[in-house]
Nanobody
Framework: VQLQASRGGLVQPGGSLRLSCTAS????????VGWFRQTPGKERDFVAAIRYPGSIRYADSLKGRFAISRDNAKNTAYLQMNNLRPEDTAVYYC???????????????????WGQGTQVTVSS
């Protein structure tokens, strides 16, 4: 699966932004999809995932502000980010895999396909 993330951008604190991740290939509908983020000098952190066939998981610190969804007909996954804070500034990556298990979902090393990363900056 090849992944293409939408462009991020500059958002004011308290604002919202939706990222999308479009996949090529026929296996997207049977793949788990996730979002991670990374800041300079730090590891890639788990944000959210929809595991095939449909369970959703969020990083505890992001529950209630971020929402992940997918449209299999469009081969696209989304990350809706609300009430953004300066600490949400990062490069965001989408990921996909057909072999993710529940315990490994937050582990970036467990995901096999990655998008190119998109910068999200939250600043006034």
């Amino acid at each position: 699966v090849q992944l293409q993330a939408s462009r991020g951008g500059l958002v004011q604190p308290g604002g919202s932004l939706r990222l999308s991740c479009t996949a090529s290939g026929r296996t997207f509908g049977r793949a788990s999809v996730g979002w991670f983020r990374q800041t300079p000098g730090k590891e890639r952190d788990f944000v959210a995932a929809i595991r095939y066939p449909g369970s959703i998981r969020y990083a505890d610190s992001l529950k209630g502000r971020f929402a992940i969804s997918r449209d299999n007909a469009k081969n696209t996954a989304y990350l809706q980010m609300n009430n953004l804070r300066p600490e949400d500034t990062a490069v965001y990556y989408c990921a996909a895999s057909t072999s993710i298990i529940s315990s490994s979902t937050p582990d970036a090393n467990a995901w096999s396909s990655w998008g190119q990363g998109t910068q999200v900056t939250v600043s006034s």
